[in-house]
């Protein structure tokens, strides 16, 4: 049962998190026989033979293990508007949607009240451990949250992101209360119809609360950097809209306009001291705890694909902690993050052993034909794994395609640290670079800008097979000018880097040719943001897809048509 927040006590949360996890085999027994109860008569579980069976064994030997095109017509019938029991033995009321910033498709998956109790237990696990080492009393949060609108189906379902999801609850308000500093922004810049307005809102909130913020916050990394980046640009329009009292033209949607001319009074005063400490600041470093100076920490998803922006939010961040969020995807949560105090690099997360049934594949078998999978309680410390997930919405062993490490057990769950996502590979014939090795490779690479005072904005990459010998391509865009032979140099330092053996074999006896290193235009990967935004995507969702292969086109074509500068391996 979920606590109401009025009654939300850490110590209390903390101690319900203990005794969950002291018998997390149990546990995961008991929650998929409940899950298995609930979903008894649908028809994908009759289908399959199940008959009411709700016993590990029998539910492994009868329900295959799934992808979501597996799953798909189910939930292309729910979306057309069928009430029978189909994927879940309750009518499904909510339909998410992944951000499609991998693969070029949105996906499209169940979202009902179970998923949303799940997500506010995540939450409150993970915020009790947090207030315990950073405790937040009586002060306000700059959250940089952003609600798309929901549309309807076919069969009149509305649907959204995850995030819109969960915000536009009927309970999210009245369960939030008193559990986290109230945020500094109303509403209507939550909800409002255009993200650079309500970004520009949400800093003017955090300045006019400025000595009351106690953390600042987003979903992912790359959107807290994406907002201190414009703040560097728009700072002193901030100053002038807070001396003078009045709100910024560029804000033209009516509520949002409203709500902000209630909170905004001329203070030049405030307006003289954060016009003072920007003038003041050396390459903007240390700007968060500057102009917020009771903030604790800084707060997002830093892991996978959010790693990169790491070394620029501690730029901003300066000696405040970072602390990455719990691990969850748009189809459900996994575990939370109860180790705040660690960095983000060896961040790990407890999975929740009753939010649902976790099984999982040894990663060397995760490719094979018919691969075992083991429970949670059985993994091995050390060992990596393909996660498979089974929840109260409707998916059943589901492929979430992430690859995790178990690095440990709290109590006798596991705590994992997630490594990539599977279905991200740079693969030509035998060759196999997943998304970490991407980023290793591209790390290393990057050193060599250091000396030139460039920084690297962001990367992706795409594996070109146009010509009779495919070859890698990875797309650079650059805060400057780099010089020509250092450019050259980190060309070679990244085919180098990929250490796979059947890359290196390959290059060798050049089957794969040489890596293509393209220098973009500033401002192409704003160009892919925007991109997201118009496919219905929200700030929160966004992720840079890191390989763009030929299912994504447009974002192909992106990249593609903004290049400035191109370099050619000669490594091999």
């Not at 952003?146 to 915000?167: D, L, M, R």
């Not at 414009?230 to 809209?241: H, V």
């Not at 997201?532 to 995507?537: F, I, P």
């Not at 929160?540 to 593609?560: A, D, E, M, W, Y």
Request: aromatic letters at 10%; proline letters at 5%; one cysteine or more.
């Amino acid at each position: 049962m979920l606590l109401k927040m009025e009654e939300f006590e850490s110590e209390k949360v903390i101690k319900d998190f203990e005794e969950l996890t002291k018998n997390a085999g149990k546990v995961q027994e008991e929650t998929l026989k409940k899950i298995l109860e609930e979903n008894a008569e649908t028809e994908y579980l009759q289908l399959l033979g199940l008959n009411g069976k709700t016993d590990v064994e029998s539910f492994k030997q009868c329900v295959p293990l799934a992808t979501h095109k597996d799953l798909e017509p189910y939930i292309q019938r729910i979306m057309d508007g069928e009430t029978n029991p189909i994927l879940t033995g309750k009518p499904v009321p909510t339909i998410s949607l992944s951000s499609g910033t991998t693969q070029g498709k949105q996906k499209f998956v169940p979202f009902n009240d179970e998923l949303f109790q799940n997500t506010m237990q995540i939450y409150l696990t993970s915020f009790a451990y947090r207030n315990r080492d950073y405790p937040i009393q009586n002060g306000k949060a700059l959250a940089f949250i952003y609600s798309s609108k929901q549309f309807t189906t076919k069969g009149g379902i509305p649907a959204g992101t995850a995030t819109t999801n969960v915000f536009r609850h009927p309970e999210y308000r009245q369960l939030m209360k008193g559990i986290q500093s109230q945020c500094c922004s109303p509403d209507e810049v939550v909800f409002g119809s255009d993200f650079h307005e309500s970004l520009y809102c949400h800093l003017l909130c955090g300045l006019l609360y400025y000595n009351e913020v106690q953390f600042i916050s987003s979903t992912f990394a790359h959107s807290l950097v994406q907002a201190f980046q414009t703040f560097e640009l728009i700072w002193e329009d901030l100053c002038s809209d807070i001396r003078d009292g009045i709100l910024n033209e560029r804000i033209t949607d009516l509520p949002t306009r409203a709500a902000m001319s209630k909170l905004l009074k001329p203070n030049p005063e405030l307006a003289d001291l954060i016009y003072k400490k920007c003038s003041s600041l050396s390459k903007w470093y240390g700007l968060i705890p500057e102009l917020f100076p009771n903030a604790k920490y800084v707060y997002g998803i830093m892991t996978g694909s959010m790693e990169p922006y790491v070394k620029q939010l501690r730029r901003y961040a300066g000696w405040l902690p970072l602390v990455c969020a719990d691990y969850g995807a748009s189809e459900g949560w996994v575990a939370a993050n109860v180790n705040p105090r660690s960095p983000p690099e060896s961040a790990t997360f407890a999975v929740l052993p009753n939010i649902g049934y976790f099984e999982f594949i040894p990663l060397k078998e995760s490719r094979t034909s018919e691969p075992k999978s083991i429970g949670l309680s059985e993994v091995e410390v050390g060992q990596e794994y393909e996660i498979i997930l089974t929840n109260f919405a409707g998916l059943y062993r589901y492929r979430l395609g992430d690859a995790v490490k178990v690095m440990g057990f709290y109590n006798s769950t596991p705590e994992l640290k997630f490594l990539c996502r599977q279905n991200l590979l740079l693969s030509i014939n035998i060759d196999k670079n997943t998304e970490k090795d991407l980023q290793l490779a591209v790390e290393e690479a990057s050193k060599l800008l250091v000396a030139e005072k460039v920084d690297l904005i962001d990367f992706t990459s795409h594996v070109d097979v146009s010509k009779e010998k495919g070859h890698y391509v990875i797309f650079w865009e650059l805060s400057g000018d780099a010089d020509e032979n250092v450019l050259k140099e980190c060309c070679n330092c990244l085919d180098r880097a990929f250490v796979d053996a059947g890359y290196v074999s390959s290059r060798k006896v050049n089957s794969i040719g040489p890596l293509e290193l393209r220098i973009l235009k500033k401002g192409t990967f704003y160009k892919i943001l925007l991109h997201s935004l118009s496919m219905g995507n929200t700030l929160n969702q966004f992720k840079t897809p890191r390989c763009v292969g030929s299912s994504n086109k447009s974002v192909l074509q992106i990249v593609c048509n903004n290049v400035v500068k191109t370099y050619f391996s000669t490594a091999y």
